[in-house]
């Protein structure tokens, strides 16, 4: 089994800035994609940043620019810098990986339960 858990998330005025951390533990034989997704309330769920097992990133438009994803490979961890936050930007914040894990070594989508961020005119 895998888990996944956020932090960082908070209150920040905007154009503020807030780093979210997630780290990811358990039967972990390699981590593939990781991403952060957002959900604000009566909305759909969607991709805010992707980043792969190479490192390539993809972002959703509206965060291009000022939110930044990385991840520590050695720690399991990914991160998401976000700078210039805009009101529209709050939301849970989740973190997902596509981990394959032991002893079966099947490739499993997981989700961490989620870290509100709250931005503030």
């Known amino acids: 089994q895998v888990q996944l858990v956020e932090s960082g998330g908070g209150l920040v005025q905007a154009g503020g800035s807030l780093r979210l951390s997630c780290a990811a533990s358990?039967?972990?034989?390699?981590?593939?994609?990781m991403g952060w997704y957002r959900q604000a309330p009566g909305k759909l769920r969607e991709l805010v940043a992707l980043?792969?097992?190479?490192?390539?990133?993809s972002y959703a438009d509206s965060v291009k620019g000022r939110f930044t994803i990385s991840r520590d490979h050695d720690k399991n961890t990914v991160y998401l810098q976000m700078n210039s936050l805009k009101p529209e930007d709050t939301a849970v914040y989740y973190c997902s990986a596509d981990v394959t894990s032991a002893p079966y070594l099947h490739v499993v989508n997981y989700w961490g339960k989620g870290t509100l961020v709250t931005v503030s005119p």
């Open positions: 358990g039967s972990i034989v390699r981590i593939n994609a």
């Open positions: 980043i792969r097992s190479g490192s390539s990133t």
